[in-house]
C-alpha cells in the first residue's frame, strides 16, 4: 500500500467520523489547507519528472477530488441531520383546537334569508321592491281596499290600533302588506310589477299565530295581466322557491274585499315522518292567497278598471319558510334564542342567486 | 257551516259520492273543513244476537258469550260488560276492526284462559256518547248481521265547509245545493213555498218606531200568530239533523227556527203570544234598557243597539237573540213567529259590543235573503202546523223590501280579458242562469241581472268569478308573463334596501347573530331609549309590555341577550336590521341596525381558550363593530366624527355619538348604562351600537365606473414613532389627527401603537405612542426634511395639548 492509499483511507475514515460541521472543517484544513496533508502532496508535483507526474499527478489529483467531495457529502449529511433534529424539536400538537371564527358563528335570520331569495326570483322576473310604513292609516290598510266600514272581514283583521287622534281617526298597524300595493298604484304609473315584503301585525298569540309576521305582495298592473299569467308567475316562484322540477298548485276560490274574482292556493305535497316535500305525494298545503285586483280598489287608486287590469297576491314569509326549512313552530322565530337561530340560521355568505342556486 | 248529505239531498237530487261531493264543494269556493263519515269509521261494527252468556270459569265479572253475527259460524267472546245476557242483542267488533273509542285495533285474545274473537261494544267505545256502564242494547227486531251504522242511521256524512263572508246564501243548505247543481252534481229540487192564507186576522199589530234616517235599521218585519199549537220535543229526524251539527234539540218551535236558519239561511224568532203584552215596536233601545237574553244573561243596551219591544219593554235583541220572558216552552199555545231584515253592519256593531255570537247575527251581518222575508215566514208556518198543529193568522208585513238592483252591463269578453279563459257564451250563461242570475240580451254584449240572495254581486268582476268557479279554476291555462321589456333586468333595488341586505350579512360574518324581535316593546323599555309618545301606544296591546312601537332596536336585543343568558348562553353576540318608530308618520319610521355583544362575545372569539381567554367585552368591540359596518358599507369615514359620550342608554364615560357633524348623528356605540341594565334586569357586561341606515350620507352620482387612477410610488415609506405625555382627558383621535394634518402632503399613516398610565407618568397624565408613516413621493427624503416633519408634529402636539415628548 502506497502513500497515498494509505492518507485517502485515512482521510476519508475521518470525514466519515466527522460528528459536527466544526470537525469537519478542521479535516478540511488538515487535508487541504495550505500546509495540509493533501495539498503537501499537491507540492511535491512541481519536482517531479514529466513520467513521475504522469503516473504521479492523477492519483495525487484524484485523492483531491475525492476529499474535497467527502467533506461537500458529509456537510450535507450533517446538515440534514441537524435539520431533522430541529424539525422534530419544532414540532407542535396539531390537534389543538383553534378558535371559531367570527364567519362560522355569525347567522342570518331565516326570514331575512327568505326575503333575499324571494327578491332574487321575482327580481329576475322584472319585479321591483316596495316598501311601505307599518303604522298604517285605516283608509290605505281598509277603506281603498275595498273593505266596506263596519264589514265582517274587517273583523276577522283582528286589528291593533293607536288611539284616535283629535278628529277621531286612528292609526293601525297594518294587518297585511296589501296597503303598500295601494301606495305603489297611487304613485307609480303602470305597467307595474312589485313584490313587498314587510312586517305586518294581528292581535292573535297561539302555536301558529303571532301578534307580528312576515308577509309579501305581489302586484301586477298593465292592460293584459290575466288570471293565466298570474298562474304561471306563482307557479314559477314556487318552483324556484322551493328548489323543485314541478309542483302541482290548487286554485280555489275564495273571498279577499280586494280582488275579484279571488282564489287560494294549494299546493300538492307529500309528509313523511315529518318533512314535507313538494312536487309529490296527495296532500295540499295552503300556502298564498290572490286574485285579480277589484275594480273598486283600481278606481280608488285613479286608474280605471275597464283600461288597466292586474293581479296581487299575498303569502306568509315566516309560513314558507317554515315550510321550506322545516321548523316545526311559528314562535320561535321571534325569540332570539340563540340554539333556534344557530341551528336555523343561514352563514353570512350563504348569498341565495339563481345562478349558483338559492341554496348551496 | 255544517250539514249532513241526507240534509243536502233534500235540496239535491244526486247520486254522486261523498267523496265527489267535498271535491266539488271546495272546488267551487266552498271549502270544506271536514268530512264526518260515520258509516266509514263504524263500518265494521254489525249487530249480532247473544245465543247464551254464562259465567267465566277463571273471572267473577266476565261472561263467556256466544254470538250470532248473522255469518252462520256462532263466535266465542269474553265481556264484562255487567248487562250481557242470554237473548239479547248487541253490536259485535270482529277482530281486526278498529275501536275508535279506545284508539285500538282489537286482536284475537286469550282472556283468562278462555279465547275471546271480537267483542260486543259501547256507545263510549264507539265514540256515540259518553255512555260506558254496558253494552249497547237494540231492540229484539234489530237484524243480526245489518251494519250498526245503517240499522241505527248515523250512515249520514257530516260536511263542514268554510263559507267566505261574500257568500251569505251558501249559510243555507239550500245554497249549498245550488253550487252543487251549477257544477254539474245533480239537480237542485228545493221545494217550492206557497203562500199561506190566514184564516183570521192577526191580533198584534207591529210599529218600526224609527226615525226616516234610520228606516235602514229595520227595512221589513214580517209576524204571524199561530193559535193552538202543540210544543214538545221535536221528530227524531229533525232532533238528528240538529244533533248532527252541532246544536241542541230543545222544543219544536226553536227547533223549527234553527233548522230555517241552516235550511234557508233565514233566521226567525218566535214568541210566544201569551207572553207578549200588546203589539210589538221595534225601535232603537234606551240607554239603560236591559233584557235578559235566551243564553240566560242579561245585557245592558244603548241605543245603537235594536230592539223588538211590547207593552213590558224588551222582549228581543233585532236579529241577535231573543229574550227570555217572551221565549217559547213545552207550554206554548199560541205562537207568534217573526222574519225580519236587519242593517248587517248595526246587527255587526251590536253583536260585538254585546259579544254574542249567535247563528241570527252571523247571517244578518253577512246579509240574508230579502226577497225570502215572506217565504221564509210561510215555509215556517207550514213546518209548524205539520209539526205541532194550529191555525195560521194572516201576515202582517211593515217595512219594505229594497229594490231590487239595477241589471248589470256584462260583456261576455270580460271572462277572457280578466282570467284568459275562452268559453263559449252557452257554457257561460249555463253557469250563471243555474247560480240564480237572470240573463237578458243576446249577442256580445248582456244585461245580468244578480239574484236577490247575492247581495254581494254587483260588476263585471263578480259575474267573471261566479263563471270561472262553476267552470272550473283549473281550466284557466298557465300563461307566461312577458317581461316588460326584452332585457337583460335591471338592478331593482334601491340604496337602502340595498345597505339593509348588505349590513345583515356583514354583521353575521363578524360573529353576531341576527334577532327578529318584536316592533313592539314596554312603554317603560321604549321610554328608556327615548320613545314612550303617545302617538305610539296601542289602544289594545296583545300583552301589557308589548304595547309601545320601539324607538331602538337595542331593547329588544338586550331583552334576548338577557333570555339566552339566562338559558345558560351568556356570551352572546346578536344584531337586528329593522325599522324603528318616531312618529305615526310614514317619514317618522326608520331603518336602524344595531349590535350587541355580552360576556366574552368578541370578535376573535369566545370564552377560555388554550391559547388565551377572552377579555370581557369592552365598548371598543361595539365601535369595531360600527366601523366595519360603515366602511362595509362603503360610507367614506373621513368626516366622521365620534363624539365622546352617547344617548341615554349608554354608560357617559364609555360610549360615544357618530355624526357627520352636529345635524348628521347617525348613531352611537357604547357600554350600556348600568342604570339601564337594572331597569331591564340585565347583566353586563354588555355593549351595543345602532345607526340609522337611513340618515347614512348617500353615494354621489358617478358617470362612470371607472376606479380614480391609482399612482404608485416609487419610494419606500418609513416610520417615525413619538411617545407623547399629554393630560389623560386629551383624546387620542384628536392628537392622530394634529399629526397627520401637521404635513399633509407626506404623511400617509399615523397610528397609535401604545397607551399608558400608571407608575412612571405623572398622575393624571398618560404616555400616548404615535407611529407616523411617511410617504415620499417625489424624492428620497433626508434626515434634515424628516426631522423636520417631525418637529412640526412636536411643536402642533405642544401648542394643542401641551404635549411633551416621553424622555
Redesign the interface.
Known amino acids: 500500500m502506497n502513500e497515498i492509499d494509505t492518507l485517502s483511507d485515512s482521510l476519508l475514515g475521518e470525514i466519515a467520523a466527522a460528528q459536527d460541521e466544526a470537525a469537519l472543517e478542521q479535516l478540511r484544513i488538515t487535508a487541504l489547507g495550505k500546509s495540509g496533508s493533501v495539498s503537501a502532496l499537491l507540492k511535491t508535483l512541481g519536482a517531479m519528472t514529466p513520467d513521475e507526474r504522469k503516473e504521479k499527478g492523477p492519483l495525487i489529483n484524484g485523492l483531491r477530488d475525492k476529499v474535497q467531495g467527502a467533506i461537500t457529502e458529509r456537510k450535507e449529511a450533517l446538515g440534514q441531520a441537524a435539520l431533522d433534529a430541529r424539525l422534530a424539536a419544532e414540532r407542535i400538537d396539531v390537534s389543538?383546537?383553534v378558535?371559531?371564527?367570527?364567519?362560522?358563528?355569525?347567522?342570518?335570520?331565516p326570514?331575512?334569508q327568505v326575503i333575499?331569495e324571494i327578491?332574487t326570483i321575482f327580481?329576475?322576473?322584472?319585479?321591483?321592491?316596495a316598501?311601505?310604513?307599518?303604522?298604517e292609516t285605516d283608509d290605505l290598510n281598509f277603506t281603498k281596499l275595498n273593505f266596506p266600514?263596519?264589514?265582517?272581514?274587517r273583523?276577522?283583521h283582528d286589528t291593533?290600533?293607536?288611539?284616535p287622534?283629535a278628529n277621531g281617526e286612528?292609526?293601525l298597524?297594518r294587518t297585511h302588506t296589501s296597503p303598500v300595493q295601494v301606495r305603489t298604484m297611487i304613485s307609480q304609473e303602470p305597467?307595474i310589477?312589485v313584490v313587498c315584503p314587510g312586517?305586518t301585525?294581528r292581535?292573535?298569540?297561539d302555536q301558529t299565530h303571532t301578534?307580528?309576521f312576515h308577509q309579501v305582495e305581489g302586484l301586477?298592473i298593465?292592460k293584459k295581466?290575466?288570471?293565466?299569467?298570474m298562474?304561471?308567475?306563482l307557479?314559477e316562484f314556487c318552483k324556484a322557491f322551493f328548489e323543485v322540477d314541478s309542483v302541482k298548485m290548487?286554485?280555489?276560490?275564495?273571498?279577499f274585499p280586494f280582488t275579484?274574482?279571488?282564489?287560494?292556493v294549494d299546493i300538492q305535497c307529500s309528509r313523511k315522518g315529518g318533512e314535507i316535500r313538494f312536487g309529490e305525494g296527495d296532500d295540499w298545503l295552503e300556502i298564498l292567497g290572490c286574485g285579480?285586483v277589484?275594480?273598486n280598489v283600481l278606481r280608488n287608486c285613479g286608474l280605471d278598471?275597464d283600461v288597466y287590469?292586474g293581479f296581487a297576491w299575498g303569502m306568509g314569509i315566516d309560513r314558507i319558510a317554515m315550510l321550506k326549512y322545516g321548523m316545526p313552530d311559528l314562535r320561535p322565530?321571534?325569540?332570539?334564542?340563540?340554539?333556534w337561530?344557530?341551528h336555523y340560521?343561514f352563514?353570512?355568505?350563504d348569498?341565495p342567486t339563481l345562478t349558483g342556486g338559492l341554496t348551496s | 257551516m255544517k250539514f249532513t248529505l241526507s240534509w243536502l239531498k233534500d235540496h239535491l237530487d244526486t247520486t254522486d259520492t261523498v267523496d265527489t261531493i267535498t271535491e266539488t264543494l271546495t272546488r267551487v269556493g266552498l271549502e270544506v273543513e271536514g268530512v264526518e263519515d260515520r258509516a266509514k269509521a263504524l263500518q265494521a261494527f254489525t249487530i249480532a244476537y247473544v245465543i247464551e252468556a254464562k259465567q267465566h270459569p277463571n273471572a267473577d265479572r266476565l261472561r263467556v258469550c256466544l254470538v250470532d253475527t248473522g255469518t252462520g259460524e256462532p263466535v266465542q267472546v269474553v265481556c264484562g260488560a255487567p248487562n250481557a245476557r242470554t237473548g239479547m242483542k248487541g253490536v259485535f267488533s270482529p277482530p281486526g276492526s278498529y275501536i275508535p273509542g279506545k284508539d285500538i285495533t282489537l286482536g284475537k285474545g286469550v282472556i283468562r284462559g278462555v279465547e275471546s274473537n271480537g267483542m260486543l261494544v259501547s256507545e263510549a267505545e264507539l265514540q256515540l256518547s259518553e255512555d260506558h256502564d254496558g253494552i249497547i242494547e237494540l231492540p229484539e227486531d234489530a237484524p243480526v248481521g245489518m251494519p250498526y251504522a245503517t240499522y241505527a242511521k248515523l250512515d249520514d256524512a257530516t260536511i263542514e265547509i268554510a263559507v267566505t263572508p261574500n257568500r251569505a246564501d251558501a249559510l243555507g243548505v239550500s245554497g249549498v245545493a245550488r253550487d252543487l247543481a251549477a257544477a254539474g252534481l245533480g239537480t237542485l229540487r228545493t221545494p217550492s213555498i206557497q203562500p199561506v192564507r190566514g184564516s183570521f186576522p192577526c191580533p198584534v199589530k207591529v210599529a218600526l218606531d224609527f226615525a226616516p234616517q234610520d228606516k235602514k235599521l229595520c227595512p221589513a218585519f214580517a209576524l204571524r200568530l199561530i193559535r193552538g199549537v202543540k210544543n214538545g220535543p221535536s221528530p227524531e229526524w229533525l232532533q238528528a239533523r240538529l244533533r248532527a251539527i252541532g246544536l241542541r234539540p230543545i222544543n219544536t218551535l226553536v227547533d223549527i227556527t234553527n233548522f230555517m236558519t241552516f235550511d234557508r239561511n233565514r233566521p226567525l224568532h218566535v214568541f210566544d203570544a201569551a207572553k207578549v203584552r200588546g203589539d210589538l215596536t221595534v225601535r232603537r233601545a234606551k240607554a239603560g234598557e236591559e233584557i235578559l237574553a235566551l243564553d240566560g244573561r242579561t245585557y245592558k243596551l244603548n241605543d245603537e243597539q235594536v230592539v223588538i219591544c211590547d207593552a213590558h219593554g224588551v222582549e228581543s235583541l233585532a236579529g241577535i237573540m231573543g229574550g227570555e220572558a217572551s221565549g217559547c216552552d213545552e207550554n206554548t199555545v199560541d205562537v207568534l213567529v217573526e222574519s225580519a231584515l236587519w242593517d248587517p253592519l248595526n246587527i255587526a256593531r251590536s253583536g260585538r259590543a254585546l259579544g254574542i255570537n249567535s247563528d241570527a247575527r252571523y247571517r244578518f251581518e253577512r246579509g240574508v235573503d230579502p226577497d225570502f222575508c215572506r217565504p221564509g215566514l210561510d215555509l215556517a208556518t207550514v213546518m209548524i202546523i205539520d209539526l205541532c198543529g194550529g191555525e195560521a193568522s194572516e201576515m202582517v208585513f211593515e217595512g219594505e223590501l229594497p229594490e231590487s238592483r239595477p241589471a248589470i252591463d256584462f260583456p261576455w269578453s270580460e271572462v277572457k280579458r280578466l282570467t284568459g279563459l275562452d268559453l263559449p257564451q252557452v257554457e257561460m250563461k249555463i253557469a250563471l242562469t243555474s247560480l240564480g242570475f237572470h240573463v237578458s240580451g243576446a249577442g256580445e254584449r248582456v244585461k245580468v241581472a244578480a239574484p236577490s240572495w247575492r247581495g254581494d254581486v254587483e260588476g263585471k268582476a263578480d259575474l267573471v268569478e261566479e263563471i270561472l268557479r262553476i267552470a272550473g279554476l283549473d281550466r284557466v291555462a298557465s300563461t307566461p308573463l312577458p317581461r316588460i321589456k326584452a332585457e337583460v333586468v335591471k338592478p331593482v333595488l334601491t340604496v337602502l334596501q340595498k345597505r339593509t341586505r348588505a349590513a345583515k350579512r356583514l354583521l353575521a360574518s363578524r360573529g353576531l347573530v341576527e334577532a327578529v324581535t318584536w316592533s313592539f316593546i314596554s312603554h317603560e323599555a321604549a321610554t328608556l331609549f327615548g320613545g314612550g309618545s303617545p302617538k305610539l301606544v296601542l289602544a289594545n296591546p296583545i300583552a301589557a309590555d308589548l304595547s309601545d312601537m320601539r324607538p331602538s332596536l337595542l331593547p329588544g336585543l338586550i331583552r334576548s341577550a338577557q333570555a339566552n343568558a339566562a338559558r345558560g348562553f351568556g356570551d352572546v353576540a346578536l344584531f337586528e336590521v329593522g325599522q324603528v318608530f318616531f312618529s305615526d308618520e310614514p317619514e317618522g319610521q326608520v331603518i336602524a341596525a344595531a349590535g350587541l355583544r355580552r360576556g366574552t362575545a368578541r370578535l376573535e372569539g369566545v370564552g377560555r381558550h388554550w391559547d388565551g381567554a377572552a377579555e370581557p367585552v369592552d365598548a371598543f368591540d361595539a365601535k369595531a363593530d360600527v366601523m366595519a359596518l360603515l366602511s362595509g358599507l362603503g360610507i367614506p369615514v373621513g368626516g366622521l366624527q365620534v363624539v365622546a359620550g352617547g344617548p341615554a342608554w349608554a354608560h357617559p364615560g364609555r360610549s360615544a355619538t357618530l355624526q357627520f357633524g352636529p345635524k348628521g348623528v347617525i348613531g352611537a356605540f357604547g357600554e350600556v348604562h348600568p342604570k339601564i341594565l337594572k331597569a331591564l334586569d340585565v347583566k353586563g357586561p354588555l355593549v351595543a351600537f345602532e345607526i340609522h341606515l337611513d340618515a347614512l350620507p348617500l353615494p354621489k352620482a358617478r358617470p362612470t365606473k371607472v376606479k380614480p387612477k391609482l399612482s404608485l410610488s416609487g419610494f419606500q415609506p418609513l416610520t417615525r414613532d413619538f411617545a407623547f405625555i399629554v393630560d389623560a382627558k386629551v383624546a387620542a383621535g384628536d392628537m392622530m389627527r394634529t399629526a397627520q394634518n401637521a404635513e399633509r402632503s407626506l404623511i400617509s399613516d399615523v397610528t397609535v401603537f401604545d397607551l399608558y398610565e400608571g407608575p412612571g407618568v405623572e398622575a393624571g397624565k398618560k404616555s400616548v405612542a404615535l407611529a407616523v408613516t411617511l410617504q415620499p413621493a417625489e424624492k428620497t427624503l433626508t434626515d434634515v426634511e424628516i426631522d423636520a416633519v417631525g418637529s412640526k408634529i412636536v411643536t402642533e402636539m405642544t401648542k394643542r395639548y401641551g404635549a411633551t415628548l416621553r424622555g
Do not use: C
Not at chain 1, 316598501?131 to 303604522?135: F, K, N
Not at chain 1, 290548487?250 to 273571498?255: L, M
Open positions: 389543538l383546537p378558535r371559531e371564527g367570527p364567519e362560522a358563528r355569525g347567522r342570518i335570520h326570514i331575512s333575499d327578491t327580481g329576475d322576473m322584472g319585479f321591483s321592491i316598501e311601505g310604513p307599518d303604522v266600514v263596519g264589514h265582517p272581514a273583523e276577522m291593533f290600533f293607536f288611539a287622534d286612528r292609526k298597524l305597467p310589477r312586517r301585525y292581535m292573535d298569540s301578534p307580528m301586477v298593465d295581466a290575466n288570471f293565466g299569467h298562474k304561471w308567475v307557479e290548487r286554485f280555489r276560490p275564495s273571498f275579484e274574482p279571488s282564489a287560494e285579480m277589484h275594480p278598471p287590469q322565530f321571534f325569540e332570539a334564542d340563540i340554539r337561530l344557530s340560521g352563514r353570512p355568505l348569498l
